[in-house]
């Protein structure tokens, strides 16, 4: 091998080497394995609910099964976010009283910024919206969450992640009325820190379709809008332990817009040795115009 290969391969092993080190820090499990199928997934209800004939007001044309994402955390700088909107579509659990729903930090699941409280309405008729405002802070982000309408509980809640990345969460660890559920438990968008390393989101990416939010606070004058692929997502909770549930996933369904997931590890692998190389080239040839 050459001089010039030579340093060629060390600057593309050192940028693969940088993005593995990015991709480690971020999350060790910013993607999950999908998609779940058979008696791993109880399919019929959900597939009601995100159906043109759905009762619960949404047309998203998400497959049930074909559809589901590998996603697992996403990031407050991609696509260039500093605003994103949940609408709570429709919520059936008999633990809807208790469900909150909110973000928690990639890098820490016990720092949790709650979105919806058990209180907040999801229906055919009616959909409680959020707004979610990101602001840079050093390395992380300052979160705030404004409720919209009047239904439910109202207000503003505010916290702070570590870093861009951030996941998503249910927990039903109290009761409506503040009280410990003894049968209670919080679940992430990331499989492996879940009980037993278990499934409890569905994630659906967008198709470049339109999704029909009835009933939906946010932009309620036009429920119908483009389902933007690598910036909408619908998740789909199963709010009680996975092995222990009927693995329906349609508890608690809700839709989010305009926020990318964090990059796949392989598109961060190019990324890191292209700019490594580009480096290279761009010395070389500050060096060629010297001489």
């Given at each position: 091998?050459?001089?010039?290969?030579?340093?060629l391969a060390v600057v593309?092993?050192?940028g693969t080497v940088c993005s593995l080190v990015g991709v480690e820090s971020?999350?060790?499990?910013?993607?999950?394995?999908?998609?779940?199928?058979g008696t791993n997934f109880n399919s019929g209800s959900l597939a009601g609910i995100l159906g043109p004939t759905s009762g619960g007001g949404i047309n998203s044309g998400a497959n049930v099964i074909s559809g589901q994402s590998n996603v697992a955390l996403w990031s407050a700088t991609?696509?260039?976010?500093?605003?994103?909107?949940?609408?709570?579509?429709?919520?059936?659990?008999?633990l809807s009283g208790s469900n909150v729903f909110g973000i928690y930090d990639a890098n820490n699941a016990n720092n949790i910024i709650p979105i919806f409280e058990g209180g907040d309405v999801g229906n055919a008729t009616l959909k409680e919206g959020a707004k979610i405002t990101f602001t840079p802070n050093g390395s992380g982000y300052n979160i705030s969450v404004a409720e919209v309408g009047n239904e439910g509980s109202t207000g503003t809640n505010t916290g702070f992640i570590s870093s861009s990345n951030f996941g998503f969460y249910i927990d039903n660890r109290l009761t409506a009325n503040g009280t410990v559920n003894p049968n209670g438990n919080i679940f992430y968008t990331?499989?492996?820190?879940?009980?037993?390393?278990?499934?409890?989101?569905?994630?659906?990416g967008g198709t470049n379709s339109t999704v029909t939010l009835t009933g939906a606070e946010i932009n309620p004058n036009n429920p119908n809008r483009p389902f933007e692929q690598g910036k909408d997502w619908i998740l789909a909770w199963e709010d009680i332990k996975y092995g222990s549930s009927d693995k329906d996933?349609?508890?608690?369904?809700?839709?989010?817009?305009?926020?990318?997931?964090?990059?796949?590890?392989?598109?961060?692998?190019?990324?890191?040795?292209?700019?490594?190389?580009?480096?290279?080239?761009?010395?070389?040839?500050a060096k060629k115009q010297k001489k």
């Open positions: 091998m050459n001089t010039l290969l030579k340093k593309a092993t050192a971020a999350s060790a499990a910013a993607f999950n394995s999908r998609p779940l199928t991609s696509p260039n976010t500093n605003q994103s909107a949940v609408t709570l579509i429709i919520e059936l659990a008999g990331e499989d492996d820190k879940n009980l037993n390393n278990a499934p409890q989101a569905l994630v659906y996933f349609n508890d608690m369904v809700l839709f989010v817009d305009n926020v990318g997931a964090v990059p796949e590890p392989l598109t961060m692998l190019g990324a890191g040795a292209a700019a490594g190389l580009g480096a290279f080239f761009k010395r070389q040839t």
